[in-house]
């Protein structure tokens, strides 16, 4: 079992930077590939990005690739989205999540398993 608490969400103008983390608890945070997904109001939850256990490997959507950074610290057991240039369509409900096959950066949420309460992230125009 690992607890996932996000944080670092807020209010922020289209071409601002927010800064996600994402800290975790209970067993080895090194044993999970990481991933963040977001959901906006009516839509489906999607994959934003993810990394694997070491940090070595990262994959991130189209729409966030040149924009968003993903990075983890397996000793302090956080993993970080850094989110520049936002644009309002980066609006939603931000998650990370867990997945114990460590090696490999899954894209869809059934693959997860673990789950954070997520961080609400809102780009005004």
């Known amino acids: 079992q690992v607890q996932l608490v996000e944080s670092g969400g807020g209010l922020v103008q289209a071409g601002g930077s927010l800064r996600l983390s994402c800290a975790a608890s209970?067993?080895?945070?090194?044993?999970?590939?990481m991933g963040w997904f977001r959901q906006a109001p009516g839509k489906e939850r999607e994959f934003v990005g993810g990394i694997n256990w070491s940090g070595g490997s990262t994959y991130y959507a189209d729409s966030v690739k040149g924009r968003f950074t993903i990075s983890r610290d397996n000793d302090k057991n956080t993993v970080v989205l850094q989110m520049n240039n936002l644009k309002p369509e980066d609006t939603a409900v931000y998650y990370c999540?867990?997945?114990?096959?460590?090696?490999?950066?899954?894209?869809?949420?059934?693959?997860?398993?673990?789950w954070g309460q997520g961080t609400q992230v809102t780009v005004s125009s």
């Open positions: 209970g067993r080895t945070f090194s044993r999970y590939a």
């Open positions: 999540a867990a997945d114990l096959d460590r090696n490999v950066i899954a894209l869809v949420p059934i693959k997860y398993d673990y």
